[in-house]
């Protein structure tokens, strides 16, 4: 359909090219306007398409050469090690090792970082994915559009409030609900076994690891959510109504007909709100309490690799040698990459569904 | 009923019992989102209304209180530079993949990476990009902490998401529209331009009201490259640049109880901002699927799109990715 625009734009420059006067110019020019607007729209698109590829290797390319020093120093430490200080602050004197300046006694381990990170993304998964499957499920199965239509903009609401407003809800509002109502139901009534110990006393303040996952569930859910709902309508309706006509009843055919038709979709969803919960700062910082440890019950304080870059990059800057600022260059370089590959499996499996349903829903 | 207690086996009895429950747990599931959503929002409006004072739009920020009038300001300014810089590339970027990465040579063979390259960018945590911007930009370039940096990484987080609503309303115009374009002589870029564009219009201003409710309220990213003041600068760089998230980040905990309030009031504006971008994207997207083109369009795809080259294009563009699609029913 976009084919060359020589042939189309060159039919009003037949009768004219015949006749004896020439044109005048303000009309050649609009001629000439006209027949290369398309290779004007080629130009300008074709530049603006490289950009995106050129701030993601500006951005990398950035990273890795600011992370570079603490790469050579940090070490295979760094993913493991459970010491983060950068040495005696900045009255400590610089040393050289390798090549690269560093105060002296400076050791960064990120594993409580990592483990934060970790583990937040994990309860926030674990609650999101079965409230986002079922709130897709009610909204598309036998609910009238008058209902359905205003639920489906609630969850859109939700997507679209900012992160520094929930974080401000959580730290002020549910936070201290759930330390006051939910908590202590949970901590008083788990028994002192191994597993379960990490569920017991004391239940904090509302401050911390579990309210952070709860709250980073509820801004993943409308990411998986919105993404199922639509797997969902892409199932053609004739296999699900022809297990109803079978006598089927309606939790067997969402579980016998729907579900395993966008399976690979869902999990391609849910990798993606992963992404997202790895890499959310701003409400992490104000609910988990950005606080370097690993915690020892489940409501304690905590940070993740995220809101590390954000409330210590500001001090960092007092390191005269610059190696706590190339410090977290490598945390926010992990993050990235860790991000891209979830990012990128995720893009494959829905992509892959996406072809594979969408002509067969089409129908 | 009757009939089916004839066959009133207990497995039956167990199977309908299932399919209760099955229900019963979807409705539990959505109201455990809808609370919290409802919480958020009554809980922002509530705490900010009990001490509301509208001066508070239009006074400047002082050190023991005032207003907000700056930062509403900038937050504008900076949504406003967004909309320039990101919408026009944003857009231009969708237009190439939908429309000519299929025909050039070079483009066509390129059009896998770009495309990936963007979705990865839009996956990228917006803290590392800020990181990004404060080291390159703030630093590097010697910038400082300012509107210019800002506008740029903030840029950098939203194209790839308009490209991507460009492109997949792009794809959802109807070949039809193309080929009569065509048939009746205009240029390609003029036809591209007059009804390609034109009719998938509605998707791309969603696109774009939806990447500005993205824009204001980012938080992280801004800290190190807007930096923050009470009052709007008069350059592009070299000063700090006001804006609201800034002020909830920072005020909730302040010893001061005006800086409480300035806390909720800043959470207030920024909520009704979201909330006015998200239904005006949806009154765009409700008014076009009433009386435009793209509601006939889907019958005109059935009608000319039977074994067209194209119609593959247009039938395998994922319906849900573009918010109107997902929103409404095939029929009305």
Redesign the interface.
């Known amino acids: 359909?976009?084919?060359?625009?020589g042939v189309?734009?060159s039919?009003p420059a037949t009768p004219r090219s015949a006749g004896l006067s020439k044109p005048p110019w303000h009309r050649r020019a609009a001629d000439s306007i006209?027949?290369?607007?398309?290779?004007?729209?080629?130009t300008?698109?074709?530049?603006?398409?490289?950009?995106?590829?050129a701030?993601?290797v500006?951005?990398l390319t950035?990273?890795v050469l600011?992370a570079w020093p603490a790469v050579k120093i940090n070490g295979w430490y760094f993913l493991y090690g459970r010491t983060w200080t950068d040495g005696a602050g900045a009255y400590a004197a610089p040393v050289t090792t390798n090549g690269v300046q560093h105060l002296q006694g400076a050791k960064f381990g990120a594993w409580a970082i990592i483990w934060g990170t970790i583990a937040s993304s994990v309860i926030a998964i674990v609650i999101a994915v079965?409230?986002?499957?079922?709130?897709a499920?009610?909204?598309t199965?036998r609910m009238p559009?008058w209902i359905s239509?205003p639920?489906?903009?609630?969850?859109?609401?939700?997507a679209?409030?900012?992160?520094?407003?929930?974080?401000?809800?959580g730290?002020?509002?549910?936070g201290p609900w759930l330390a006051g109502n939910v908590y202590p139901i949970i901590a008083n009534n788990m028994p002192d076994v191994p597993i379960l110990r990490y569920f017991g006393n004391p239940h904090g303040s509302g401050e911390g690891l579990l309210t952070a996952g709860i709250v980073l569930a509820?801004m993943i859910?409308p990411i998986i959510?919105?993404?199922t709902?639509?797997?969902f309508?892409?199932v053609p309706p004739l296999p699900k109504e022809g297990a109803s006509a079978l006598g089927m009843?309606?939790?067997?055919v969402?579980n016998r007909v729907t579900l395993p038709w966008v399976r690979s979709g869902i999990i391609g969803a849910t990798v993606?709100g992963l992404?997202?919960a790895?890499?959310?700062?701003?409400a992490v910082v104000?609910i988990g309490g950005a606080i370097l440890q690993i915690p020892h019950t489940i409501y304690q304080p905590m940070t993740t690799v995220?809101a590390t870059?954000?409330t210590q990059?500001d001090g960092a800057q007092a390191d005269g040698t610059g190696f706590y600022?190339a410090t977290?260059?490598e945390l926010?370089l992990v993050?990235?990459v860790i991000?891209?590959g979830?990012?990128?499996v995720?893009?494959l499996i829905v992509n892959r569904t996406?072809?594979v349903t969408?002509?067969v829903g089409?129908a | 009923m009757s009939s089916t207690s004839l066959s009133a086996a207990p497995a039956t009895r167990r199977?309908?019992m299932?399919?209760q429950?099955?229900?019963g747990?979807?409705?539990?599931?959505?109201f455990?989102?809808?609370a919290?959503?409802?919480?958020?929002?009554l809980?922002?409006v509530s705490?900010a209304w009990a001490h509301w004072r509208w001066s508070v739009l239009w006074t400047p920020l002082t050190p023991t209180g005032g207003g907000l009038r700056d930062q509403i300001l900038g937050t504008l300014i900076l949504m406003f530079a967004v909309l320039v810089v990101a919408g026009?590339?944003?857009?231009?970027?969708g237009?190439?993949?939908s429309?000519?990465?299929?025909?050039?040579k070079l483009?066509g063979r390129l059009s896998g990476?770009?495309r990936?390259?963007?979705?990865?960018?839009?996956?990228?945590?917006?803290?590392?990009?800020?990181?990004?911007g404060?080291?390159?930009l703030v630093v590097?370039l010697g910038w400082k902490l300012s509107l210019l940096p800002a506008v740029i990484i903030l840029s950098?987080m939203v194209?790839?998401y308009i490209?991507k609503t460009t492109e997949n309303s792009l794809r959802q115009v109807p070949?039809g529209y193309?080929?009569g374009a065509?048939a009746l002589?205009?240029?390609?870029?003029?036809g591209?331009?007059k009804v390609v564009l034109k009719s998938a219009l509605p998707g791309i201003v969603t696109g774009l009201l939806?990447a500005l409710?993205?824009a204001?309220?980012?938080?992280?990213p801004l800290?190190?490259t807007a930096g923050f003041s009470n009052t709007l600068p008069h350059s592009l760089t070299g000063s700090q640049f006001p804006y609201l998230?800034y002020i909830?980040?920072t005020f909730?905990n302040d010893p001061s109880v005006q800086k409480h309030y300035l806390?909720?009031d800043a959470?207030l504006i920024?909520?009704v901002i979201?909330?006015l971008?998200?239904v005006a994207s949806?009154i765009v997207v409700n008014r076009t699927q009433r009386h435009s083109e793209s509601a006939r369009g889907t019958a005109r795809r059935r009608l000319f799109g039977g074994g067209g080259n194209?119609s593959?294009q247009d039938?395998?563009?994922?319906?849900?990715?573009v918010?109107s699609a997902?929103?409404l029913?095939g029929k009305s």
Request: glycine share 10%; proline share 5%; aromatic share 8%.
């Open positions: 359909m976009t084919t060359v625009g189309a734009g039919i006209r027949r290369n607007e398309e290779s004007g729209w080629r300008v698109a074709w530049v603006a398409v490289l950009l995106p590829l701030a993601l500006f951005a950035v990273l600011k079965p409230l986002s499957l079922g709130t499920f009610a909204l199965e559009t239509r639920l489906g903009f609630t969850v859109e609401i939700l679209g409030i900012p992160s520094v407003v929930i974080g401000l809800w730290i002020l509002t549910f509820l859910v959510a919105s993404t709902r639509d797997l309508s892409q009843t309606d939790w067997e969402a993606l992404g997202r790895l890499g959310e700062t701003i104000m995220a870059i954000l990059l600022v977290l260059a926010a993050l990235a991000s891209v979830v990012n990128l995720a893009r996406g072809r969408a002509p089409g | 199977r309908r299932a399919t429950l099955w229900r747990l979807t409705y539990l599931a959505l455990l989102i809808m919290p959503a409802a919480w958020i929002l809980g922002v705490r026009t590339i944003g857009v231009m970027a237009i190439h993949l429309e000519f990465a299929r025909t050039g483009s990476p770009l990936t390259s963007s979705d990865i960018l839009s996956g990228f945590p917006s803290i590392v990009l800020g990181y990004v404060f080291t390159a590097g950098i194209i790839p490209a070949t193309r080929e065509e002589g205009m240029s390609a870029g003029y591209l331009r939806l409710a993205i204001c309220g980012e938080t992280a800290l190190y998230t909830v980040f909730y806390a909720y959470a920024l909520v979201v909330l971008l998200l949806r194209g593959g039938a395998a563009a994922e319906p849900g990715l918010p997902a929103a029913p």
